[in-house]
């Protein structure tokens, strides 16, 4: 009988040596006529234990890990085939406890399925939410998505039914879904990881969006970077065509529904959904100013949804267990589950999906372990980017979007990169600016011209040349740019500098490097 | 000395990619994108015949390839070194890796060396944010990317 051993195609685990010892298995596996069937699974989220090999034995999958290429003789002799003791076994992998705290609805088959295999899919409850919707009004899928008190995961967390509710409204020849899957803000990689080890999901919350705004075409806009999750995106839209999941008529039903990828170009400003609109029409990603909406006049100037990878692929879930079972998970008016990105500095990183309301410090010090240098946390960037930077003084935070603006924050698309106390935070600061004008498209002042102004003025705080009138100088010009930015680019630059400067003020003024420079 | 590496081309295969694309809702970047795989930049000459086929004036086609990161007037080296750049590979040392990189292959973040062997570039973000500092070497991902592995890929790429 053959043996199926699961060994992630993740990109993750892919840049940690997961092709090799796929390839190492399989030829033992034959030196020893072993009859074996190996499925290259997404990933589990724990990028400590990648790459994470599963055996699928009478009792269950058991998990070894992390195992390189030349582990794998020592594997075969230890009988891992029958889940054998070996010094990398880890037992049962949802007894690991970094999964089993865990409250698994969007990431719920992540990791455990064949990400290619449609049956697989549907054998993990897969489609059961679609096909509940090709029954349904669309005007009564939007209410459960409305009831359901889902709200954008790229990080404005505006309600995803209401923007539904508004397409659905709007007359136009053409409706589009547009996913936003440009994912750019360092410390995320929640939609590579959901793209790549669970793609029929958002196929399924895409076609379940089109059947709720009447939309008949839905693009992915994917970025370059993820030439991993492309080829899976692609390879599984072409079965769902060939299957009957998407086409002219979506399982059957009277209505159609198609998905094309597109793929980005290395703009970081493309992550804002006008830009990327600009972007989808072949044109520069210049930001366009709101209103209208693009749920009014979006692609080529007609309806269009844009949310974010992880906001469509919680949809088949709320459509299948019901608004109720999504919304009774989380706290104030953030319902539901989050998918946190635990990245950077941290002895345990990886993806820890749960409802809101976990504290900072609970993330960091409890699920993440900590820094994986061993040092004391001094910062931690949460939201990308564009994200502040919190210090220990602010870990009671709970995950929760209005907590995190109380602060001068935004949990953003739930990223949470942690730095040791070698951060040097008036660097982390001025990063802030240069990446800003980096990746600023021109459109408008503050941010175009400012960004290049707010660099040059920290260099002159670094360099001491009258550093209080300087410290005053970007203060003002982050409230500048808050304020005159047309986009999120610029208007949130200021708050990893912003909280930079109040929470590590001893970088600006006490620095040792400053004071050489003095 | 500039070593002239734009790649020879005909107007009639820019047309034909233009043709196998133009029947999509916004082709522009699915073209270029094919150039680039083609030709292994976006030459210069390649966008009057694109603003052509595409009824489009040639600044617009010019704004629109150069405002990307990804589109490149000449090609890149035989091999193309991504280090990622941004904060959760910068927790992790990421900078002294830059550095290290630059050094060792003898080139600035966006520059091709002399002798056309290797392309560095910086990137922001490959996702791999739980394996940082990360890399992508000729498309593929290096997670936890150190100094010694630098040096191996400069090895590699040198030969």
């Keep these: 009988m053959t043996v199926t051993i699961y060994v992630p195609g993740d990109s993750g685990a892919l840049a940690l040596g997961a092709d090799e010892v796929a390839k190492a298995i399989g030829e033992a596996a034959a030196s020893h006529g072993a ?103 669309a005007s009564d899928i939007v209410q459960t998505v409305t009831d359901s008190g889902l709200r954008g995961r790229g990080g404005a967390g505006f309600p995803t039914g209401i923007k539904w509710k508004t397409v659905l409204d709007a007359a136009g020849p053409q409706k589009y879904i547009v996913c936003n899957a440009d994912e750019g803000d360092s410390g995320t990689f929640a939609d590579r990881m959901i793209m790549e080890g669970d793609p029929f999901v958002l196929i399924e919350g895409m076609a379940i969006a089109g059947l709720a705004t009447a939309a008949t075409k839905g693009y992915i806009y994917l970025r370059s970077e993820y030439p991993d999750a492309i080829r899976i995106m692609n390879a599984a839209i072409g079965i769902a065509r060939e299957k009957g999941v998407l086409g002219a008529s979506v ?32 044109k520069r990603g210049v930001v366009r100013a709101k209103p209208p909406l693009p749920a009014h006049e979006g692609f080529l100037g007609r309806p269009t949804v844009v949310n974010n990878v992880i906001s469509l692929a919680s949809v088949p879930v709320i459509l299948d267990k019901g608004a109720d079972y999504y919304r009774d998970f989380g706290m104030g008016r953030s319902r539901g589950t989050i998918p946190i990105q635990i990245a950077g500095n941290v002895k345990h990183g990886g993806l820890y999906e749960t409802a809101f309301g976990l504290t900072l410090g609970e993330i960091v010090d409890e699920i993440g372990g900590g820094t994986a240098t061993g040092r004391p946390v001094k910062a931690v960037q949460v939201g990308g980017p564009l994200g502040a930077y919190f210090p220990r003084a602010l870990f009671d935070t709970p995950f929760d979007y209005e907590a995190f603006a109380e ?45 290049v102004r707010g660099a040059e003025t920290v260099d002159k705080i670094m360099q001491g040349i009258e550093r209080e009138k300087n410290l005053e100088l970007v203060e003002d010009l982050c409230n500048t740019m808050k304020l005159g930015s047309l986009c999120a680019l610029g208007g949130f630059a200021p708050y990893p500098v912003m909280s930079a400067l109040t929470h590590f003020a001893d970088d600006f003024r006490n620095n040792p490097f400053l004071q050489a420079a003095e | ?57 040639r600044a617009e086609v010019h704004g629109v390839m150069s405002f990307y990161h990804d589109f490149r007037e000449q090609p890149a080296g035989r091999h193309s070194v991504k280090i990622c750049r941004a904060e959760a590979c910068q927790s992790m040392g990421g900078d002294r890796i830059a550095e290290h990189a630059k050094g060792r292959f003898k080139v600035d973040f966006g520059e091709t060396a002399p002798d056309g062997s290797v392309t560095l570039e910086a990137v922001y973000c490959l996702g791999l944010c739980a394996c940082a500092p990360a890399a992508m070497v000729d498309g593929k991902v290096v997670g936890r990317i150190d100094e010694a592995r630098i040096d191996a890929i400069a090895a590699e790429v040198r030969l």
């Design chain 2, 1 to 57: 000395m500039a070593l002239d590496l734009s790649p020879d081309f005909s107007d009639d295969r820019i047309e034909a990619i233009v043709d196998e694309f133009s029947n999509l809702e916004g082709p522009l970047l699915p073209i270029l994108h094919a150039v680039q795989e083609e030709l292994g930049c976006v030459p210069r000459e390649a966008l009057p015949v694109i603003a052509g086929k595409l009824n489009l004036s």
């Design chain 1, 35 to 137: 009859d074996v069937t190996i499925v290259r699974n997404g990933s589990r989220g724990m990028y400590w234990l990648e790459p994470m090999v599963e055996v699928a034995t009478a009792e269950g999958r058991v998990a070894y890990g992390p195992v390189t290429a030349g582990d794998v003789p020592s594997l075969f002799s230890a009988g891992f085939l029958s889940g054998g003791d070996h010094a990398l076994s880890l037992g049962a992998p949802d007894e690991l406890p970094f999964l089993k705290n865990q409250t698994r609805l969007t990431f719920a088959r992540c990791g455990i399925v064949d990400p290619l295999s449609l049956e697989d899919y549907e054998a993990h409850d897969g489609l059961k939410g679609l096909r509940k919707a090709v029954a349904m009004a």
């Design chain 1, 407 to 451: 602060k001068d924050g935004l949990i953003g698309h739930a990223g949470v990169t942690v730095f040791d106390e070698t951060a040097d935070m008036l660097k982390q600061a001025r990063f802030a600016f240069e990446f800003c004008a980096i990746e600023s498209c021109g459109k408008c002042t503050p941010c175009r011209i400012g960004a």
């Design chain 1, 251 to 282: 399982l059957g039903s009277d209505k159609g529904f198609d998905i094309e990828v597109r793929v980005g170009a290395g703009a970081y400003v493309c992550g804002e959904e006008t830009s990327l609109l600009n972007s989808l029409e072949g």
